[in-house]
């Protein structure tokens, strides 16, 4: 199994900031993901993070509001920009070896918009 | 649109108590059913079924898919308050791990 890290672990910033979200993973893997949990429910996929390339996003999700980077096979970025209240969430990556393996999950990123 | 439906919201049980967990699912492929427990932020991996009627057995805890019918069961055993969480179905329906999860079973396991 993977285990994955999350910078920050929390956060509160004000309406119009943008906040990047750091996701590290201890091993390789193939396919890394970011979710989005609102309060009270479940996880949302926002997007897939591509090695080299652009992510693919979800229906509902777009580049100019969730950027994405992913450098190599064990590090991926999410930025939250001119965020609003609507924002507020939890934040988690998920990482996982390959197509045919089990998504390992991080600590999740909350965060509140003020 | 892959919809995938936990039952029930919540659950209240007393520890010792056994309780089931559902979980069905309409997708238009359908690769592989994950169960995640939910506790504070990450969830955590229990079990992924790709085949039907094999049970996947974990401690206390059981799980089993019905491909035909569409769905899954998560089984505890002797239920312990630290079981109390948030349980989590997903399915992949593509095989590209871009899952859909469920709403979630609200669990209190009370002493």
């Known amino acids: 199994s993977a285990v994955i890290s999350q910078k920050p672990s929390r956060d509160i910033c004000q309406r119009g900031t943008s906040l990047t979200i750091q996701c590290q993973v201890d091993?390789?893997?193939?396919?890394m993901f970011w979710y989005r949990q609102q309060p009270g429910q479940s996880l949302t996929l926002i997007a897939t993070a591509n090695q080299g390339s652009e992510a693919t996003y979800e229906s509902g999700f777009v580049i100019d509001k969730f950027p994405i980077s992913r450098p190599n096979l064990t590090f991926s970025t999410l930025t939250v920009s001119n965020m609003s209240p609507e924002d507020s969430s939890i934040y988690l990556c998920?990482?996982?070896?390959?197509?045919?393996?089990?998504?390992?999950f991080g600590p999740g990123t909350r965060l509140t918009v003020l | 649109e892959d919809k995938v439906v936990q039952s029930p919201l919540s659950l209240v049980v007393h520890e010792g108590d056994t309780v089931t967990l559902n979980c069905s699912y309409e997708?238009?492929?359908?690769?592989?059913l994950l169960w995640y427990k939910q506790e504070k932020k990450a969830p955590t991996f229990l079990f992924m079924l790709t085949s039907s009627g094999i049970e996947k057995k974990s401690g206390r805890l059981s799980s089993i898919l019905d491909k035909k019918e569409l769905f899954s069961i998560l089984n505890i055993t002797a239920t312990q308050t630290g079981d109390s969480a948030i349980y989590l179905c997903a399915v992949d329906p593509v095989g590209g791990n871009k899952l859909v999860f469920g709403a979630g079973t609200i669990l209190r396991v009370k002493s």
């Open positions: 997708v238009t492929n359908f690769r592989s």
């Open positions: 091993s390789q893997v193939t396919m």
């Open positions: 998920s990482g996982t070896p390959s197509s045919y393996n089990e998504q390992f």
